[in-house]
């Protein structure tokens, strides 16, 4: 009966080591836990800035077209793309970032992404996310009379190529190891993004319709729209390859950056014109070149690409056939 | 009862003590491992960024602004015009740059503008204005000039160099 009255009597010394000790446990569990996912994000932070320093590389300079070696990782990974019209480090030119995670070997589960490494001199055409364990890299020049800047584009993924035209298979074959050739939708590999040329399909993943039937068209497919679920996307020349690698969204606002890079070369030529004129060299652009630049500072969409593009070519024809050639031009 | 009491309380005081010390000592390693990883962070990213700037360089006389068509050619003619467009100061994500006349000129520096363009020694497009340290290539220089009613392009010697921030 007396040992009923006391019941369990634990020393207040126990009850405050199970506290503290409790509270001790806690706080370097949690501390761990956040240890982890700061050197995480430090990681995939690093891992960014190095696909980043990556990318300065492999631009193919005064080559037509450049395809790196593929980055292989040892597990699935994310990169993660976005795109800005403007930046305050650059704001004519905007921005891109690029984010990094990997799937954890516990749980199988996705990591955050670490920090975003912004990118204000390139333009990349990528998906919004990328996932797998290879990242695929491509690089062609896009030219408005002069070259603008090079395209790059980025994929984790493989691309069949159905029925394209000779000109791009000639661009693509041995060249992009993502890109296949195949001559009809049912031989491409199940896996691969199926790109239709001329022709709908319900195995393809997209398709690519030219609408360039001038008589100053080298092809069909010089100019054209490529239509990927819902959204239509206008291209010309080489932002081809851009449409079809890229999120609609990432593609537009590289668009309208391609537009200010576009204006604002439209300006130090214009001004390059006036310098070596007053030597003797005398250019007959500047006055394509003024209305260039305003044309292309003001793109608003892809829809504008055309217009842009037969401008550019028609002061191309005239800067081919000066005897003062403001700009050296595609075939350099 | 009271000296138990006692006892324990000395007990308490003791864990209290040896837990303050416990704790103080994590917190000294954690800070001292903390500093030691920001340390390491700060290096990664300056040679991160060293690494950025050396690969742009090399690649930078081929970019359109300042091509003149050729591998490694610069157009002088652009330069001049490049040097007073703002747009282009936040645009290559490097500290400074400047392209400089190497042969024949004299090693003084005398600044580049549409007055002197053949007598100058060097084109300052984006000002250095921390500590840096110069990454550079070797590139051609070209600038159209006539003789005779001809247009021809007078091509010089120069460099190329960057600047690269040095995080203390």
Redo the contacts between chains.
């Keep these: 009966m007396k040992k009923q009255k006391t019941g369990f009597d634990m ?3 126990w009850i ?2 199970i506290i ?1 000790g409790s509270i ?1 446990l806690f706080l370097a569990i949690f ?1 761990t836990t956040q240890f982890i996912e700061v050197s995480k994000y ?1 990681e995939y932070t ?1 891992t960014a ?2 696909i ?2 990556y990318l ?2 492999i ?1 193919p ?2 080559a037509s077209a450049f395809n790196p070696a593929p980055i292989r990782f040892n597990q699935e990974t994310r990169t993660i793309f976005d795109c800005y019209e403007t ?1 305050r ?5 905007g921005r891109q970032t690029i984010s990094f995670s990997e799937k954890s070997n516990i749980g199988n589960k996705w990591s955050d992404p670490g920090g975003n490494i912004s ?3 390139k333009y990349l055409f990528a998906n919004k996310l990328e996932q797998g364990k290879t990242l695929y890299f491509g690089s062609v020049p896009f030219y408005l009379g ?4 090079d395209i790059i584009f980025i994929s984790s993924r493989q691309y069949c190529f159905v029925t394209p035209p000779s000109r791009i298979e000639d661009q693509v074959e041995g060249i992009f190891l993502n890109i296949n050739i195949s001559n009809s939708v049912q031989n491409c590999n199940s896996r691969d993004v199926k790109v239709c040329f001329g022709f709908d399909d319900s195995l393809c993943n997209m398709t690519v319709y030219g609408n360039c039937y001038d008589v100053g068209c080298e092809n069909q497919y010089e100019t054209g729209q490529v239509i990927k679920k819902l959204n239509t996307m206008n291209y010309a020349g080489n932002l081809l390859y851009g449409a079809i690698f890229a999120d609609p969204r990432i593609y537009e606002c590289n668009i309208k950056r391609l537009g200010q890079k576009t204006a ?2 439209s ?3 214009k ?2 014109a006036e ?2 004129q007053q ?3 005398s250019s007959v652009i500047k006055e394509d070149l003024n209305s260039l630049a305003l044309s292309s500072s003001t793109i608003q969409s892809s829809l504008d690409i055309d217009n842009l593009y037969f401008a550019a070519k028609q002061m191309d024809i005239k800067n081919k056939e000066a ?2 050639r403001i ?3 595609e075939s ?1 | 009862m009271r000296k138990i009491n006692k006892k324990s309380q000395l007990k308490i005081q003791e864990m209290s003590f040896m837990l303050l010390a416990l704790i103080l000592f994590f917190v000294i390693a954690g800070l001292f491992y903390i500093s030691l990883s920001a340390s390491g962070l700060k290096k990664q990213a300056s040679i991160l960024q060293q690494e950025q700037a050396i690969t742009l360089i090399s690649k930078l006389a081929n970019s359109p602004e300042l091509s003149c068509g050729k591998s490694l050619c610069i157009d002088v003619d652009k330069l001049l015009v490049l040097k007073d467009r703002k747009a282009y100061q936040g645009f290559w994500d490097i500290e400074g740059l400047r392209i400089m006349k190497v042969y024949p000129y004299p090693t003084q520096e005398i600044e580049c503008n549409a007055g002197n363009y053949d007598k100058c020694t060097v084109f300052t497009i984006k000002e250095l204005n921390q500590s840096y340290l110069e990454e550079g290539t070797f590139v051609s220089l070209c600038r159209k000039e006539t003789k005779d009613k001809i247009v021809y392009d007078k091509c010089e010697i120069g460099k190329i160099l960057g600047g690269i921030k040095i995080r203390q």
């Design positions: 020393p207040f010394s405050f080591a503290a001790i501390a430090r690093e800035a190095q980043r320093n300065n590389p631009v300079g005064l930046s480090k650059s704001p004519l030119f990118i204000y001199n002069f070259k603008v800047d604002e070369l300006f130090i030529y001004e390059k310098l070596v030597r003797g060299c005897e003062c700009y050296p031009g350099y």
